[in-house]
């Protein structure tokens, strides 16, 4: 497949990168609109191609990350087997070498936390607080807060349900679920909408 179509979307000097992990491969490479559930997604097709879905509003050092991340699926896969586990230690080993080995596609500021993010890849990009403060996902539009920074007792959106934080509990924030009363657990980046 051709990387030229790609271009808009990713930051300078991507292309000698996604050249090299592109190969022989037969990829279909598919620009959804924003997706909340998942930035991209990477899966192995019928007729032996690959697709990978990527969200056309992330930032460029955003989109060129999340390519690497599903092209380490193409490729951990290709090289070690199906039947390795998707986010396993085959994936990490590969994700690694391929963030290292880019590294400097990404700004000066943001290399040394690509760095500290690749010695221990996480499967779920929210799993690191660096990456996610650092690209700020929050659309300002929304009126989103990340959980961590409301107050004990503060009320919340989350998915059109209402929920009151009651406390950190080791990483994690202890909310309430008002109509149900159950409690949940929140990672301190959830984006909420804070209630006035």
Known sequence: MSVQPLQNYLPENTLPHLKKWFSDHYIHIKITRNRESKLGDY????????????????????????LTHELAHLIAFEKYGRKIAPHGSEWKHT???MLIESIDVYTEDLRP???????????????????VQYFDMRNE?????????????????YRNEKYVLQGLIKKNYLCTHLATGRKYSFRPLARVIKCS
Do not use: C, W
């Open 43 to 66: 899966r192995k097709l019928k007729d032996q191609s690959h697709e990978i879905t990527i969200n056309s509003t992330l930032s460029p050092q955003l989109f060129f990350f999340v």
């Open 113 to 131: 936390i690509i760095a500290n993010f690749s010695r221990a890849p996480k499967a779920n990009f929210m799993a690191s607080p660096e990456l």
């Open 95 to 97: 994700f690694r070498l």
């Open 141 to 157: 539009e929304d009126g989103a807060v990340y959980v961590h920074e409301l107050k004990s007792g503060e009320q919340f959106m």
